[in-house]
């Protein structure tokens, strides 16, 4: 990947706490050797453009921000590492495989053989050695950035919030022949429980909303493999995805930054200090606990 660092990894500026924000696919670096067929401008539209820079001021109220800068078509950081298709490789493969049905059936697996438009990234199948490569080059520098963040972060107790970051087209519904339906400004996804706990899930939902934003939650996103992985809200452990929709701030045809950009950085600024309060407050009271426990 030339130079160009995988994973930029921004530290708190404020007093640390214990939060972590990532954006795992707002890259925009395209490696030389991605040797991909179709317009760049078509394979753009993978990327959750922006998101890093919406997401910009995390530090400032203490989080960790970690991001990636290769983009999400080269390799997909929030895949898991089996989510492979061998059709699209020449060779063999001596990993372990296990596809999921948006790898086969949308071409979206760890390494993406499609667009959101179905149209296809490559004329050639992909040798086994390339996908390899992208995933001891991108992927798992990726992995070990986020999870080493978590840890540096975690409170006394090993607990920590985690905010995994994203953006969704304004059409998600019509892609999922629900063209009617409309789309909320921000969707919250816990894998419906599994990757974190309601109050903080509801906390950072009612954040939004006092700044006039509509949100869902769990639907059309519910989360993919990065909160699955991280999340363990038994432990403390909160992974909520955010997906911001891309029609609040971005012209979805050329990637450029709408009019409207600032303002939404700006209460999301708001909203990542309301975040840390809650943050520090939590962190007081499971400390004031564990000192009980001790004492008892």
Known sequence: MS???????????????????????????????????????????????????LWSDA?????????????????????????????MLDGEWSGPVSPSDRCVRLGNGLVFSKTPALEAIYNRKLHAHEVARRIESCWRP??????????????????????NLHSMPSNAYARLGLPDKPLADVVLGNLHGASCGAPFMDFVGEAFRRHGYTVALNDPYAGQDLVRTFGRPALGRHSLQIEINRGLY??????????????????????????????????????RKAQLKDTA
């Open 142 to 163: 990726y992995r070990r950035a986020l999870a080493d963040a978590l840890a540096g972060a975690g409170t006394r107790q090993g607990g920590w919030w985690h905010l």
């Open 250 to 287: 971005l012209n979805e045809k050329t990637r450029e930054p709408r009019r409207q950009f600032p303002e939404l950085r700006k209460r999301i600024h708001l909203v990542l200090q309301a975040i840390a309060d809650y943050i520090r407050e939590e962190t007081i009271q499971a400390e």
């Open 59 to 87: 530090p400032l109220v203490g989080a960790t921000l970690v991001h990636a800068t290769f983009p999400r078509s080269y390799i997909d950081t929030n895949r898991a590492e089996d989510d492979i298709d061998l059709a």
């Open 3 to 53: 130079n160009t660092a995988p994973v930029q990894v921004l530290r708190p500026t404020g007093d640390p706490i214990a939060l972590v924000c990532d954006s795992p696919h707002s890259g925009t670096y395209y490696p030389q050797d991605f040797d991909f067929a179709i317009e760049l401008q078509q394979l753009r539209q993978c990327e959750d453009t922006l998101i890093e820079q």
